[in-house]
């Protein structure tokens, strides 16, 4: 397996969660927990929800992968560098049951210290929280869990207060880098500003890159039903200059603009150096392009990664050496755990 492909199936799988774990209200977990221990969960509770969304994505990276007679063809088209594949379904489904195993584990290691005076409600309720959040299948452990609930129905009771809730959700999402680094990247649906961080993987090669790529946009398009803005996905393959890029129209680099486009036009005369200095933004309804209306300017230019300060982005970069360019404040992780592991641990 493939430890890149293992990453982009660990992103796609937090990138689907992400807008869930942040929604669920106390009282829905709740629900959730006495919904996992009957026999038919309820149509609307969180563990079904997640599960549609899953189910979707992973339909859909079966879609794309070839049948074994297409297989030829596409290899082809592969080479060509004109298209390229998702990852495979089996890796995605491998990283999700990791999940729901490390959320037993910790468990169990919290149950066995019930009634004991190690015993730590708080670090118990996140390991709670995250068992119900991975949740796969109903099993021996289900019911051992389902007794102890029944028997102690007040250690099991999440603390519905609102800081020491969203404690423990924060606790929990610390628990995973990869949850944390969404978390950080996607700017939350409710949110009226753009505060967006920049977060960086670095790829062993182009043909990973672009698996990756394409993974994690689908997982982006999957969560986020209607193409609701949530966080650029931008390749950077060492030949890559943000420029040219956007000279090619680009699409994610596009609506990168769009978003970037400020209200006061900072366009200057290229003859008289006269800036244009105004508030005028305006699009034709249905247009494409970035040239404001009013003015006939394009208000930003974006040139440069320091220019995309406050964007979402998660930046899938390949390259050796040294980074010659420089980044945005806004960008705070790298993630590096392909070049520097040999196992990846989630
Ligand atoms: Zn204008
Ligand atoms: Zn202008």
Request: aromatic content about 10%.
């Amino acid at each position: 397996m493939e430890l890149d492909d293992v990453l982009a199936a660990d992103y796609s799988y937090c990138i689907l969660l992400i807008e869930l774990i942040r929604n669920i209200t106390p009282k829905e977990f709740q629900e959730n927990l006495a919904s996992i221990f009957k026999d038919v969960p309820d149509q609307s509770c969180y563990t079904r929800k997640r599960d549609d969304l899953i189910n979707q994505f992973a339909s859909k990276l079966l879609e794309d992968r070839p049948t074994e007679s297409k297989s030829d063809e596409n290899m082809q088209t592969q080479k060509g560098g004109k298209d390229f594949l998702c990852i495979d379904n089996a890796i995605f489904q491998n990283v999700r049951s990791y999940h729901q195993e490390q959320a037993r584990e910790r468990l169990e290691d919290q149950l066995k210290k019930l009634d004991t005076p190690t015993f730590d409600k708080k670090k118990f309720q996140v390991a709670l929280f995250g068992w119900v959040i991975h949740f796969e299948k109903n099993d021996e452990f289900t019911r051992r869990v389902k007794d102890l609930y029944q028997k102690n129905k007040e250690v099991f009771n999440i603390d519905t207060k609102g800081q020491r809730y969203t404690d423990t959700k924060k606790a929990f999402i610390e628990q995973y880098e990869t949850l944390q680094i969404v978390e950080d990247v996607i700017i939350p649906k409710k949110a009226d500003s753009l505060k967006g961080k920049m977060k960086i993987v670095r790829v062993t090669s182009i043909e990973k890159g672009n698996r990756f790529y394409k993974t994690v946009c689908l997982a982006r398009h999957t969560a986020s039903k209607n193409e609701q803005y949530m966080f650029e996905v931008i390749r950077d393959f060492g030949n890559f200059k943000l420029k040219t890029e956007l000279k090619k129209g680009n699409d994610a680099l596009f609506r990168v603009r769009r978003v970037l486009q400020t209200k006061k036009c900072h366009h200057k005369d290229p003859t008289t150096f006269e800036p244009c200095q105004r508030r005028c933004m305006k699009y034709n309804p249905g247009d494409s392009g970035l040239v404001c209306k009013n003015c006939n300017h394009m208000h930003k230019q974006i040139n440069l990664y320091k220019d995309m300060k406050h964007l979402p982005v998660l930046l899938i970069l390949q390259r050796r050496g040294r980074l010659g360019d420089t980044f945005p404040d806004s960008f705070n992780c790298m993630d590096l755990r392909i070049c520097y592991r040999k196992d990846v641990s989630i």
